[in-house]
T-cell receptor, first 117, second 110 residues
Framework: GAVVSQHPSRVICKSGTSVKIECRSL??????MFWYRQFPKKSLMLMAT?????????EQGVEKDKFLINHASLTLSTLTVTSAHPEDSSFYIC?????????????FGSGTQLSVL | QKEVEQNSGPLSVPEGAIASLNCTYS??????FFWYRQYSGKSPELIMS????GDKEDGRFTAQLNKASQYVSLLIRDSQPSDSATYLC??????????FGQGTRLTINP
């Protein structure tokens, strides 16, 4: 099956710093990747859709200047949380749609737990 | 009205019994439905997908879909302690956007 690698799995940073999270599709090409955020005991909320070679599409209420998404290749999308603040502390998860042979399944990365002090 | 609604639980079921998880959705035009399992601190894992009215069985899991009632459910037979997790219902919106319910926390008691 398709594998999505997400790195780092956990990061602790000081308020005001920027954090970059990488999402890679290891054995397939993903023209579209998705970034989700999940607060404790809450569901996954889609933040943005990352499109290879073009600008990301952000969901309503998500600040595009704060959450920078780059999808420079068919196997890599990055999310940069700029000037992070404690309220940005959350579990960030990426996902990618696999080859049509795998149907409409989304494959998820392992997630990144961000803690902003 | 939320796009995808689930009872947050917790739902407690004795080991060996059937666990029944329910989900309703608001968009009558939705065509694709998914159940994910998520352990604490981990990312979701796909359990079942269902696209047509009726039942779909896979091992101990059965997904049920009723588009007229806008209702999808997941049955887990012979529940095991390892089934204890949060179960997320998800509905495809448009061509590729997946909308999740808040999840139901399931506990299987030995």
């Amino acid at each position: 099956g398709a594998v999505v690698s997400q790195h780092p799995s956990r990061v602790i940073c000081k308020s005001g710093t920027s954090v970059k999270i990488e999402c890679r599709s290891l054995d397939f090409q993903a023209t579209t990747m998705f970034w989700y955020r999940q607060f404790p005991k809450k569901s996954l909320m889609l933040m943005a859709t990352s499109n290879e070679g073009s600008k990301a599409t952000y969901e309503q209420g998500v600040e595009k200047d704060k959450f920078l998404i780059n999808h420079a290749s068919l196997t890599l999308s990055t999310l940069t949380v700029t000037s992070a603040h404690p309220e940005d502390s959350s579990f960030y998860i990426c996902s990618a749609r696999g080859h049509p042979a795998f149907g409409e399944k989304l494959f998820f990365g392992s997630g990144t737990q961000l803690s902003v002090l | 009205q939320k796009e995808v609604e689930q009872n947050s639980g917790p739902l407690s079921v004795p080991e060996g019994a059937i666990a029944s998880l329910n989900c309703t959705y608001s968009d009558r035009g939705s065509q694709s439905f998914f159940w994910y399992r998520q352990y604490s601190g981990k990312s979701p894992e796909l359990i079942m997908s269902i696209y047509s009215n009726g039942d779909k069985e896979d091992g101990r899991f059965t997904a049920q879909l009723n588009k007229a009632s806008q209702y999808v459910s997941l049955l887990i037979r012979d529940s095991q302690p390892s089934d204890s997790a949060t179960y997320l219902c998800a509905v495809m919106k448009g061509a590729q956007k997946l909308v999740f319910g808040q999840g139901t926390r399931l506990t299987i008691n030995p």
